[in-house]
């Protein structure tokens, strides 16, 4: 079995196969995929363990040479999970000083559009004695990789420019890359991160515990070969002796019986208990999500609920159940964290900062202890129950509770028992809530219960295990209803902010928010399709502030005059990088650094002389039809929701190129 950190339809999974992974890892036991067909020296690798020769070959280390422990890690700079678990290397690294070296291999991935030229500009600052401070730079700064943000890391760290440029230019670390790549594809490790632990296999950003549970136990080996005699430089070489130099072919599958399908419109019966709920009891949809504070998808899929909120208003409620994944070493502190504040119902302000420090990678204990102090819990009381875990049975109740269910990753939801699997967009949401309406109300007209025994009439009688369809009927049965096809007619205004050829075959119009963090993380992505596509796309701006963000207008009022004074992008530019400072102090402030008018900006802003234009667009998008959070993008006319990857707005420009016009 393999352990590795993956994606899957907008979800964090958790697979019977990495259950049993992680328990393996933690007991000492990892891959058992062949058999060690030479024999070993006494103290050396177990015999039943799977191990691999894995040349060090002149690669990046860090610690000593003669360590007893080399991590070898193949990675790349653009993965978020090679950035997650670099904390988690830096601590091992402090925990066994002299013991434990780390070797970098690189493995830029081929989606990741930045990764190959990190990876050169990587080996071009280890040309100058400068790799380190370079890899963390870049993880550090994973949205910004393009050239030019190379450039000025190299000038951060004081490296000689132009040897740098020449290297970049001419590709001279491309073949050792390939090396690296060639070498990874040889061993079995075709995702990142992957390491091999004196040439024991671990797969994906594993915790801390898992990474010291393989360390002690290689320790332990190599002070076993020292004992007999081994010089502490060739340790190993000596526990990697006789290790596989290949992973093994997998052994023909047999042909797999049609996966089961279950029932989109089964009932469940979820139990609220005493969770935090936000909205009515008199809702008629109960949604109950549960989730995990780092994971990206739960962080992702907020602006999504937020819109539910502002579209529904009290139909709507919201109930928030705990699932950290046992793969985020810092998942089950901030859920303990959430539910120490609950207890002092405090639970949503703290709730709102967790995912704020998630999405930064800050889920620690000193964060735990500031975002208590802010939001004024009692700061003892708060402590002694992360101390003591007073909460972690019972989030591990709600962990059971969804394994019951069938709903194992996060974020998962259940509306009025409907479940709903991953980060889905508005339109998934939509689809489910307003059949579940329709369903209360004819409940409330039949049954006429009291307030707050909506959802146990909804409820009653639910399954408490996945319901699947029958075979022949899974086959046959409609997917969800699509919109993908749709083409919106909204027309682009001659005055909107726009980037491109006027005439470029796609126009991507972009209806987005300032204070939004998808907004802001998707910004990187469409300077990626823009480097790909060049004359071919026009980009235009569409305001689109949510009430629910309080600096929002304001910021959007801001960005209009800057537009009028011919600086849009630039001003664009710093307010999606300082969203957490959107005061008229600061807006101000951005106005000077690009230069404006100060008089015409702040009359502007006084008079509220953009708020029309704004409420324009806003006006656009609702007189379309369409229904859409933010980020929201019309490209020619077809609608694609949320913060997406590269690959789907890619697929969307090539569906557009290939329409007829």
Not at 220 to 247: F, H, I, K, N, Q
Not at 341 to 350: L, N, S, T, Y
Request: charged share 25%; with cysteine; aromatic share 8%.
């Amino acid at each position: 079995m393999t352990l590795i950190v993956g994606e899957d339809r907008g979800s964090c999974p958790v697979t019977l196969e990495r259950q049993v992974a992680v328990r393996a890892l933690r007991s000492f036991s990892l891959l058992t995929l062949a058999c060690v067909v030479s024999p070993l020296p006494l103290g050396a690798q177990p015999a039943d363990a799977d191990y691999y020769v894995v040349p060090i070959e002149g690669s990046p280390a860090r610690g000593a040479a003669d360590a007893p422990v080399t991590i070898i890690e193949f990675a790349d700079f653009e993965c978020p999970f090679c950035s997650r678990v670099t904390e988690t290397l830096r601590r091992i690294l402090e925990t066994y000083p002299g013991r434990v070296r780390l070797v970098f291999k690189q493995n830029p991935l081929p989606f990741h559009t930045n990764a190959q030229l990190a990876a050169e500009a990587a080996l071009a600052a280890g040309a100058q004695g400068r790799f380190w401070e370079m890899h963390d730079l870049m993880f550090r700064n994973q949205t910004a990789l393009g050239r030019a943000d190379l450039e000025r890391y190299a000038v951060e760290i004081g490296l000689n420019l132009g040897a740098f440029r020449r290297a970049l230019d001419s590709g001279e670390h491309r073949q050792a890359i390939l090396r690296d790549q060639e070498l990874a594809t040889r061993l079995g490790a075709r995702g990142t991160p992957s390491f091999f632990i004196n040439g024991r296999p671990v797969r994906g950003a594993q915790p801390y515990d898992a990474f010291r549970t393989v360390v002690d136990e290689q320790i332990a080996a190599a002070g076993r070969l020292l004992a007999r005699g081994v010089r502490p430089r060739d340790l190993y070489d000596e526990l990697t002796r006789g290790g596989l130099s290949r992973a093994p072919d997998p052994p023909p599958s047999a042909p797999t019986p049609p996966r089961q399908r279950e029932d989109p419109s089964a009932i469940y019966r979820v139990e609220l208990g005493t969770s935090p709920v936000r909205g009515p009891e008199t809702a008629l949809v109960t949604i109950v999500e549960w989730m995990d504070y780092q994971c990206p998808f739960c962080q992702r899929v907020q602006a999504v609920l937020r819109q539910v909120e502002l579209e529904y208003g009290e139909r709507v409620r919201i109930v928030v159940k705990m699932n950290p994944m046992p793969f985020h070493d810092a998942a089950m502190p901030a859920a303990e964290a959430a539910m120490a504040a609950h207890a002092q119902r405090k639970f949503f302000e703290m709730h709102e900062r967790l995912l704020e420090a998630g999405a930064e990678q800050a889920l620690e204990r000193t964060t735990f202890d500031r975002i208590a102090a802010e939001i004024g819990l009692d700061m003892a009381r708060f402590r002694a129950d992360l101390d003591s875990h007073a909460h972690r049975s019972a989030i591990e109740a709600e962990q059971a509770q969804t394994v019951r269910l069938g709903a194992r990753g996060a974020p998962a939801f259940f509306l009025n028992g409907r479940k709903l699997r991953g980060a889905q967009p508005i339109e998934g949401f939509r689809r489910v809530i307003d059949e579940e309406e329709r369903r209360a109300r004819e409940v409330l007209r039949r049954q006429r219960p009291r307030p707050g025994q909506l959802y146990e009439l909804l409820t009653r009688g639910g399954a408490t295990e996945p319901v699947y369809l029958p075979a022949d009927a899974a086959a046959d049965a409609p997917a969800a209803p699509a919109d993908a096809d749709r083409v919106y007619r909204i027309a682009v205004p001659p005055t909107s902010p726009s980037r491109g050829r006027r005439n470029a075959p796609v126009v991507i119009q972009e209806f987005s928010d300032f204070q939004c963090p998808f907004c802001s993380r998707v910004q990187q992505t469409l300077r990626d399709l823009e480097s790909r596509h060049r004359n071919r796309l026009r980009i235009v701006f569409r305001h689109f502030p949510l009430s629910f963000h309080q600096d929002a207008m304001l910021a959007h009022e801001a960005a209009a005059e800057a537009h009028a004074q011919g600086k849009f992008w630039e001003y664009h530019d710093l307010l999606f990088a300082n969203q957490r400072a959107l005061s008229r102090e600061d807006l101000t402030r951005y106005a000077r650094q690009v230069g404006l008018d100060m008089g015409l900006f702040q009359a502007a802003l006084d008079e509220h002389r953009h708020r029309a234009e704004i409420e324009d667009d806003i006006a656009a998008s609702t007189d379309s039809g369409a229904r859409h959070g933010t980020p929201s993008f019309f490209i020619n006319g077809r609608l694609l929701q949320g913060a997406q990857d590269l690959s789907a707005f890619e697929d969307a420009v090539d569906a557009a190129l290939r329409a007829p016009r």
